[in-house]
Nanobody, 115 residues
Framework: QVQLVESGGGLAQPGGSLNLSCVASGNIFSSYDVGWYRQAPGKQRELVAHTTPISSKIYGDSVKGRFTISRDTAKNTVYLQMNNLKPEDTAVYYC?????????WGQGTQVTVSS
């Protein structure tokens, strides 16, 4: 069983930056699709960013141009660089890794954007 552990969340001011990390307990990121999702209170979980093993990437409309997903397979880590944060980015952010019928989720990290 692979575990995903997110970190890097916290409190940021509007316009600020945070860099989230997702570390896998096994060497899966070279072959798995990886995505960052978020869920705000009272809202459905939504896709933030997604990357494939060949590094194609997609982003949610609300974060395009502000967030960047990247992976370091040597470190079994996927990152989400978040710039120009807005209060509406406040949510729990989850890492998800998938390969055919196998899916793993992390437990999430809280991001709060407030002045």
């Amino acid at each position: 069983q692979v575990q995903l552990v997110e970190s890097g969340g916290g409190l940021a001011q509007p316009g600020g930056s945070l860099n989230l990390s997702c570390v896998a307990s096994g060497n899966i990121f070279s072959s798995y699709d990886v995505g960052w999702y978020r869920q705000a209170p009272g809202k459905q979980r939504e896709l933030v960013a997604h990357t494939t093993p060949i590094s194609s990437k997609i982003y949610g409309d609300s974060v395009k141009g502000r967030f960047t997903i990247s992976r370091d397979t040597a470190k079994n880590t996927v990152y989400l660089q978040m710039n120009n944060l807005k209060p509406e980015d406040t949510a729990v952010y989850y890492c998800r890794a998938s390969h055919f019928e196998t899916t793993y989720w992390g437990q999430g990290t809280q991001v709060t954007v407030s002045s």
